[in-house]
């Protein structure tokens, strides 16, 4: 089964609205960490965002939310205010704490592009 | 400061040769991550570093792939015998102390094209 689980390829949003990404995730550890990056066409992976699994309130960094439904194993990315710089492509990963959480479980990944 | 950095940026070989691929981290970083991109996929876990030893390598998919941090800090990452189907871009990734909630900071990668 993928531990991260990525359904939308690309998106498109119109410049200053919000968008949401989605991702699902998999395991059975109750201690785990959710991290959300985004790839420019640089090439280079930036940190965006990251919710514990026992964080009682959502993250939030600047424009960046994440909607953290941990019944439903849900972690998705909230952009608000979508700028052009934001076009990228975006990765969900998550990092399972008790198994020495070394390994960091990519999605495939969602394109987004902001339309001007 | 200075990011991850990673060289070279492009590397083409031809199969059957060996090739490595070098990562700087950020200064202080004990923790190294390897991953490797296939297009269109997300990165795919190597090799974990805790200082000069490998913590974790579960990630290398056969012996061909070897890597080596001898005075924790800067990784090379080794690839013997290359294939067509090692072609990819390989990023390396360092974090302050590998520890759970810790961030991982990515160099811009290495793209490695085996013809």
């Known amino acids: 089964a993928q531990k991260i689980t990525q359904t939308q390829p690309g998106m498109f949003v119109q410049e200053k609205e919000a968008v949401t990404l989605d991702c699902t995730y998999d395991t059975s550890d109750q201690s785990y960490g959710l991290f959300w990056y985004k790839q420019p066409s640089s090439g280079e992976m930036i940190f965006l965002i990251y919710q514990g699994s026992y964080d009682e309130q959502n993250a939030t960094e600047g424009r960046y939310s994440l909607n953290f439904q941990k019944a439903r194993k849900s972690a998705n990315l909230v952009i608000s205010a979508s700028q052009l710089g934001d076009s990228a492509m975006y990765f969900c990963a998550m990092r399972e704490l008790l198994r020495g959480g070394n390994q960091f479980y990519f999605g495939t990944g969602t394109s987004l592009t902001v339309i001007p | 400061g200075a990011g991850v950095s990673q060289t070279p940026s492009n590397k083409v070989t031809e199969k059957g040769k060996y090739v490595e691929l070098r990562c700087d981290p950020i200064s202080g970083h004990t923790a190294l991550y390897w991953y490797r991109q296939s297009l269109g996929q997300g990165p795919e876990f190597l090799i974990y570093f805790q200082g000069t030893g490998a913590a974790d390598d579960s990630g290398l998919p056969n012996d061909r792939f070897f890597a080596v941090r001898p005075e924790g800090s800067v990784s090379t990452l080794k690839i013997q015998r290359t294939e067509r189907g090692d072609s990819a871009v390989y990023l390396c990734?360092?974090?302050?102390?590998?520890?759970?909630?810790?961030?991982?900071?990515f160099g811009p990668g290495t793209r490695l094209t085996v013809l």
């Open positions: 990734a360092s974090s302050s102390s590998g520890g759970p909630a810790d961030t991982q900071y």
